[in-house]
């Protein structure tokens, strides 16, 4: 969507202006010069390379039609709904049920499902989920919400960097200092993060890709199904890799009970987006 090219352009501004103005704090006009080449290299791997890095994160395999007949029938059969090419499918070693979608366009679109969903979820609720994903790379969603996690990953490594530096350069006498100045760091930049990650997405983006499963499916009972599965698995079942700032790529938050998952809350309340749902199950069943 056009609007989605457009915010993913502020993001990479916004992000620059940001190395500029840290260069410059630290080291003058060189700090600058040395923040323009940093910033350029951030933006340029964010936009080509953002898809590779989370599958990296998650620690994500692809996985081919030999692997897994089941889930790639059921992404071909999906995807032949949406009217779309057929993206990479990759697997999470992670028992909580849960999937993401990524790639800057349809040609370059990859679907990650981890192995939980696969066991959690019947044949109905996965194609539903599997639509819903689908839906944000027809939408070109996953272009800004990759960068977004990219960059926001980016900006909380920064912190950690600075955090350490401070401890470990700080003389025995200023480690009151020291711990002030990380703490410092650490409210800079993770509320900046958590407003990039937000600025990328809304309820409104998720409720249309609900939207639009059901519309594929034809089956909005499927899906709301499947996310009340996930919320309540996911209580339980803890997501060993990734981050809080890559928790909004996925279809609902893997990490709902870590410390600072309410800044980067960015789902709609899983109650409401089941409602809603259940709402559109009497249209789909009289138009069956």
């Given at each position: ?37 940093l910033?350029?290299?951030m933006?340029?791997g ?13 620690d ?39 999937a ?22 019947d ?15 027809r939408d070109r ?6 960068v ?17 530096g ?11 200092r ?8 650490t ?23 609900d ?7 034809g089956?909005?009972?499927?899906l ?11 209580r ?21 009970s ?8 960015t ?17 789909y069943?009289?138009?069956?």
């Amino acid at each position: 969507m056009r609007g989605n090219g457009f915010k993913t352009l502020l993001l990479l501004t916004v992000l620059t202006s940001l190395c500029l103005w840290g260069g410059y704090a630290a080291a003058g006009n060189i700090g600058i010069l040395v923040a323009l080449v940093l910033s350029g290299v951030m933006n340029l791997g964010s936009y080509w390379f953002s898809a590779r890095f989370l599958l990296r994160l998650y620690d994500a395999r692809e996985v081919s039609l030999l692997e897994s007949p089941y889930l790639f029938r059921l992404v071909r059969r999906v995807s032949r709904g949406a009217g779309l090419l057929v993206p990479r499918v990759y697997l999470i070693p992670e028992n909580a049920p849960n999937a993401f979608a990524a790639g800057r366009n349809q040609k370059h679109g990859i679907v990650a499902v981890t192995e939980g969903l696969l066991r959690a979820l019947d044949e109905e609720e996965l194609e539903a989920v599997l639509a819903h994903e689908l839906a944000h790379i027809r939408d070109r969603d996953t272009l800004l919400t990759s960068v977004a996690a990219t960059l926001a990953g980016a900006l909380s490594s920064l912190a950690n960097f600075a955090l350490w530096g401070v401890m470990l350069g700080a003389p025995r006498g200023q480690e009151e200092r020291g711990s002030a100045l990380s703490t410092l760091f650490t409210l800079l930049f993770s509320p900046i993060a958590a407003t990039l990650v937000r600025f990328s997405v809304s309820p409104a983006r998720e409720f249309a890709a609900d939207e639009a499963s059901a519309l594929i499916t034809g089956n909005p009972l499927a899906l709301a199904s499947a996310l009340e599965k996930i919320e309540r698995e996911s209580r339980t079942l803890p997501f060993y890799s990734g981050s809080l700032e890559t928790a909004h790529l996925f279809i609902q938050n893997p990490f709902p009970s870590a410390r600072l998952s309410g800044l980067f809350r960015t789902h709609p309340p899983t109650a409401e987006r089941v409602r809603r749902l259940l709402a559109m199950a009497p249209i789909y069943h009289l138009a069956a």
